[in-house]
């Protein structure tokens, strides 16, 4: 038998808790899945009860359009199916039973037991889930030589039953959930150039943020800057996001010229890293963000204590969020190999704060930061810093530098 796939089944995820104002993520999760199939032949994007069927005009690019599809934010689940037509399937399941089968036969690949697993969207079906379950069972293990199994089975044949018709399917592949990107506003972030702030980045992208990143660089030009290790970070975030991402370069000179002689080795990096978020905050003002994100972890560096964070923002009315504060390094690592960031974080480079002294205190007071804020001028060196940066739109396929 000849099993064709022309047809996609994704399910999504919190959307479904969300009452009166479902319909209006589900509008944003299928204009999203549009965008990352707008290179596929799709002939319709269909919500029928309460799952996502994706017709293709080409059936084999199928395992392509799912691979794409996982990425999209808002899905929990995603497979490719074979359709059985209502009059195909059989007053007695045969023809179910064959289409079962023979899916079974071709995926169940070394696995030692197996599971047929029915939903009944449609309830007007004269036969009830266990019973499907039974018959079809039945034929597949003569297909395939294996016991059955219910708990944990190595193989499990899913088959949904619709009004038009019933899916059958076994690939049944996990999304990432989470909410569909731009259903949750703008967020300026901090990028480094290491592990942790892309994850951040990417945490709050499932949250249905859009991103906006700034980078900061030592020197006064742009080709002072690793300009190309941060289009590549953006670039591999960039598959999760619907539109094209902004990338805003700070070059630091303004901060140095006017710490030298002012600031005491101890307070630093405290002191780099209130210039730096007061920066962000401005840039995030002007573009229109509702707050900024940071790569902090408690307590990994110097920087990020209760007391130095809470020191460095003590005056900044617009909030910080923080995704990887109770994440360990080996967590947030796990997540940068997900998401294809860990190898370009890993690439030598030397950002600006690792040039920073490297005893820096552990318990800055607000007080005294403020003070020493006004004594090195930090509020002129932050709108120098902004009025030398430069934006970088980062899309598929194309990267567009323009002045700020």
């Known amino acids: 038998m000849t099993l064709t796939t022309p047809i996609i089944v994704a399910s999504y995820a919190e959307i479904a ?12 999760l299928i204009n999203n899945i549009r965008v990352a199939l707008r290179q596929e032949a799709v002939k319709s994007i269909r919500h029928v009860e309460s799952r996502l069927l994706i017709h293709l005009s080409d059936p084999q690019r199928a395992e392509a359009v799912v691979g794409k599809m996982r990425k999209v934010f808002g899905l929990q689940w995603v497979s490719s199916v074979v359709p059985v037509p209502r009059q195909d399937i059989g007053a007695d399941l045969a023809g ?32 009830q889930s266990p019973e499907i379950n039974r018959i079809v069972g039945t034929k597949v293990q003569e297909a395939i030589q294996l016991p059955a199994r219910m708990h944990q089975p190595d193989f499990t044949l899913h088959i949904l039953l619709l ?42 992208m499932k949250r249905g943020c859009h991103p906006e990143f700034v980078h900061f660089f030592s020197g006064r030009h742009q080709a002072e800057a690793d300009l190309d290790k941060m289009q590549r970070l953006v670039t591999a975030l960039l ?60 307590g990994q560096v110097a920087s990020q204590t209760l007391a130095n964070m809470a020191a460095i923002s003590s005056d900044l009315t617009l909030p910080i969020y923080r995704p990887l504060i109770g994440m360990d390094k080996y967590e947030i690592t796990d997540i940068a190999s997900a998401i294809e ?42 709108k120098e810093a902004v009025a030398s940066s430069t934006q970088t739109v980062i899309g598929r396929g194309r990267v567009t530098a323009q002045e700020q």
Not at 104 to 125: I, L, N, P
Not at 180 to 191: N, Y
């Open 17 to 28: 808790l969300k009452g009166r104002n479902r319909p209006v993520f589900l509008r944003r």
């Open 96 to 127: 179910l039973s064959d289409v079962a089968a023979a899916l079974a036969k071709r995926d169940c690949g070394s696995a030692r037991h197996f599971k047929v697993d029915t939903r009944r969207s449609d309830r007007s079906f004269p036969f």
């Open 163 to 204: 009004k038009e018709n019933a899916l059958v399917f076994s690939r049944k592949l996990t999304a990432h959930g989470g909410l569909p990107a731009g259903s949750g506003g703008r967020v300026m972030v901090l990028l480094s150039g290491g592990i942790d702030s892309p994850v951040a980045a990417w945490l709050m």
């Open 239 to 298: 598959q999760y996001s619907p539109v094209p991402l902004n990338l805003f370069l700070v070059p630091v000179y303004a901060y140095e010229a006017r710490a030298i002689g002012r600031i005491e080795e101890p307070y630093d990096m405290v002191m780099f890293r209130r210039f730096m978020v007061k920066t962000a905050a401005l840039l995030a003002r002007r573009t229109g963000c509702l707050g900024l994100v940071t790569g902090d972890s408690l």
């Open 341 to 382: 960031t860990y190898k370009i974080s890993i690439e030598p480079y030397r950002d600006c704060c690792s040039i920073r002294s490297p005893h820096p205190t552990l318990k800055a007071q607000a007080e005294d930061l403020l003070i020493l804020s006004e004594d090195m001028e930090l509020e002129d060196a932050v």
